[in-house]
C-alpha cells in the first residue's frame, strides 16, 4: 500500500511524512541548483543521512574545485629570472614554465603529505558548514513559526545547505574563466607578443561581485518555502497597556490590572489604525510610511497592525533594497566624478557597478544580522505571542537602513571636500581633529552605535506590539 496515498481520515491517525531513500536526495542540490525553492524543500523532506551525504558531497566538492583551480593555474608561470636567452640589453626576459598537475602536485607536497591545498580544504570545509549555520540562524525568523524553535533551525540550516550546489557550479564558472585567462596571459608573456585582459578583468568582477550579493536573494527564496504551515494557536484579547487577558472584562469597563480602558484596546481604529503603506502601496505612502518608521518607531508601532498578510510589509522591505542600490551607484558616480574627474573611466564603472549589488548586500547583511539578535531574544524569553510580528518589524525596519547610508556618504563626502580630491591624508588630519580618532575608527565607532541604536528599535518595537489586538 502507498504510504502516501489517499486515506480515511476519520479511521486511520496521519501518517508521518516518510522521508525519500537516502541515494533519492543524493544528487539535489546539483540537480535543482536553479531551482532554490525545489531543492530547498526536497532537502528538508530527506532522510538525515540523506541530507547529510548529499550535503556533506557539496561540501567536499568546494575544496576539490578550489585546489584544482590552483593547480592548474600553477601548470602555467612565469619565471621572472634570468633565462638562458637574456642578453646584457634585456636580462630580466621571462620565460614560461609549464608543468603537469602530478608535477604541481609533488611540488607542493616537497615537505611531507600534508601540503598547503589540505590545510586549505580543511579551512574550507569548516569555514562554508560556518557559513551555513550562522545564514540558518539569520533565518530562523523566516521560518518559524510556533513551538519550539530547534526544529525551525534544523528546517533553515537545510534549506541554506541546499543552495551548496550553486555555489559548487559558480565557483568552477567564475575560477576556471580566471585561470584559463592567466594562464593565457602568462603563456604570451614568454613571446613578444604583449596581450592583456584588461577588458575583461573589470566586467569579470561585476559578475562575481553580483554572484556573491544575489545569493542571499537566492536563500531567502529557498528558505521562505520551507517553514512547517504551522497556525499559531488563537490569541484571547488582550489590555494593550499590560498584556491582561480581557476575555472576561466588560466592553465598557477597565482592565483590573492597569486600569487602561478597554475599548481603547479593542476598538481597531482607534488604536491600531495601520499604516499609509498598507491601506495603498504607492510612492507616496512608501515615503511617509518610511518617514514614520525612522523618526518615531514607538508611535508607528503602537499603530501597526500586525495580524494583516505579511506580503506588503515584504515589499516595502524589498523597494527599500532597490533603491539603496541605486542610490548607493549614483552617489558612487558623482563621488568618482567629483574626485577623480572620471580620470578612470574603467574604476568609475567598476565601482558604480559594484555599488549597485554591494550596497544592498552590505545592508542586506546588517540588517538580517540585528534582526536576528532580536528574534532570538525574543524567541528565548517568549516575548512575542505570534512570530509573524517579528517578521513584519524586521520588514519594516529595512528603512532605518537609510540613517547608516546617510552617515557612510557623508564621511566619503567629508573626506572629499577636505581638499577638493580623495586624499587619504587629508582624511586621516581631519578625523584627528574633529574626533580624535582615525578615519577607520570613525567609521567602525559610528556603524557600531548606529548598530546598538537599532537594537534598542527594536527593544521598543517589542513594546509597541507585544499584546496588539489586530
Ligand atoms: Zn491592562
Known amino acids: 500500500m502507498d504510504a502516501n496515498g489517499p486515506h480515511d481520515d476519520t479511521a486511520f491517525p496521519t501518517p508521518a511524512p516518510v522521508a525519500p531513500p ?10 535543482y541548483a536553479f531551482q532554490p525553492r525545489t531543492a530547498a524543500t526536497l532537502m528538508v523532506a530527506a532522510s538525515r543521512r540523506g541530507f547529510w551525504i548529499s550535503f556533506g558531497l557539496c561540501l567536499l566538492a568546494i575544496p576539490c574545485v ?76 523566516t521560518v518559524h513559526e510556533s513551538g519550539p524553535a530547534g526544529p525551525s533551525y534544523r528546517r533553515a540550516f537545510r534549506a541554506v545547505a541546499s543552495v551548496s550546489g550553486l555555489v559548487v557550479l559558480a565557483t568552477l564558472v567564475f575560477g576556471s574563466i580566471i585561470v584559463a585567462l592567466d594562464n593565457a596571459e602568462d603563456r604570451l608573456r614568454g613571446t613578444d607578443r604583449t596581450v592583456s585582459f584588461d577588458e575583461i578583468g573589470p566586467l569579470l568582477a561585476v559578475g562575481i561581485i553580483a554572484t556573491i550579493c544575489l545569493l542571499p536573494a ?98 516595502f522591505s524589498l523597494w527599500h533594497y532597490a533603491v ?29 557597478c559594484a555599488f549597485l549589488f554591494a550596497a544592498p548586500a552590505v545592508g542586506w547583511i546588517t540588517h538580517r544580522f ?19 510580528w517579528a517578521r513584519k518589524v524586521i520588514a519594516y525596519e529595512t528603512a532605518y537602513l537609510w540613517i547608516f547610508g546617510l552617515y557612510n556618504m557623508a564621511l566619503f563626502i567629508l573626506g572629499a571636500l577636505t581638499d577638493g580630491r580623495f586624499a587619504p591624508e587629508s582624511v586621516r588630519t581631519l578625523c584627528r581633529n574633529v574626533f580624535g580618532m582615525r ?30 489586538n489586530f
Open 22 to 31: 537516502a541515494w533519492h536526495t543524493l544528487g539535489v542540490p546539483w540537480r
Open 66 to 141: 578550489l585546489v584544482w583551480l590552483f593547480l592548474w593555474a600553477d601548470m602555467v608561470t612565469v619565471d621572472w629570472s634570468a633565462s638562458p636567452a637574456a642578453t646584457t640589453s634585456a636580462p630580466w626576459t621571462p620565460s614560461v614554465v609549464e608543468r603537469s598537475a602530478a608535477e604541481v602536485w609533488r611540488d607542493w607536497h616537497t615537505y611531507g603529505w600534508l601540503g598547503w591545498a589540505e590545510w586549505t580544504a580543511i579551512g574550507v570545509v569548516l569555514g562554508a558548514l560556518a557559513t551555513v549555520a550562522f545564514m540558518a540562524w539569520l533565518h530562523l525568523g
Open 218 to 315: 537566492w536563500i531567502g527564496r529557498a528558505v521562505r518555502d520551507v517553514r512547517q504551515g504551522l497556525t499559531p494557536p488563537p490569541l484571547p484579547p488582550r489590555c494593550e497597556g499590560c498584556g491582561y487577558d480581557l476575555t472576561h472584562v466588560a466592553a465598557d469597563g477597565r482592565c483590573t490590572e492597569c486600569g487602561l480602558d478597554v475599548a481603547s484596546s479593542l476598538t481597531p481604529d482607534l488604536r491600531r489604525p495601520g499604516c499609509p503603506w498598507e491601506d495603498e502601496p504607492d510612492p507616496l505612502a512608501w515615503l511617509r510610511t518610511s518617514y514614520a518608521v525612522i523618526v518615531s518607531p514607538a508611535t508607528f508601532y503602537g499603530r501597526l497592525r500586525l495580524r494583516t498578510p505579511e506580503r506588503p510589509a515584504l515589499h
Open 324 to 352: 539603496l542600490g541605486i542610490v548607493g551607484a549614483v552617489f558612487m558616480f558623482f563621488f568618482m566624478m567629483a574626485v577623480d574627474g572620471a580620470g578612470d573611466s574603467e574604476l568609475v564603472c567598476l565601482l558604480v
Open 370 to 388: 540585528i534582526g536576528a539578535v532580536a528574534t532570538s531574544w525574543w524567541l528565548t524569553h517568549a516575548m512575542l505571542p505570534d512570530v509573524r
Open 439 to 468: 578615519p577607520e575608527e570613525v567609521l567602525f565607532c559610528g556603524n557600531s552605535l548606529l548598530c546598538f541604536f537599532w537594537l534598542w528599535r527594536y527593544r521598543t518595537a517589542i513594546r509597541a506590539i507585544r499584546w496588539s
